[in-house]
């Protein structure tokens, strides 16, 4: 009986005692062994895919935006403010939110609208809109 075989472009296996895991190609890897008898099994289970965040804002918009969010929550320093934070997971509730808004409006001089204000669930998606409504008043 033919053993089954896995294609991949490298794998490498280490005798451990407990189990290990790595990722390959987007799967993640699960290997046992069993007190050191020479049996190995395995199982390859998807991974969700992680893509890279594009931005359109600009990286100046998004950095003022960061700092206006971390005073307005009085995030402290070492805790990381980024175009990805979404303000519910900083602590926001939605008179934060508000406020934080309202703060954007003044610092960049434009208005956001409600429908606008409620789509708003991250730095990044602030600073988005916050480009997207200067460059449509310059125009």
Known sequence: MASPSLAASSISFQPRHALATSRVSGLKLVSFMN???????FGLRPMPARGRVTCAAKPETVDKVCEIVRKQLAVPSEKPVTGESKFAELGADS???VEIVMGLEEEFGITV???NAQNIATVLDAAELIDKLCSGKSA
Do not use: A
Not at 35 to 41: D, E, F, I, K, W
């Open 35 to 41: 007190r050191g008898r020479n049996s190995l099994s």
């Open 95 to 97: 008179l934060d939110t």
């Open 113 to 115: 609208e409600e429908d």
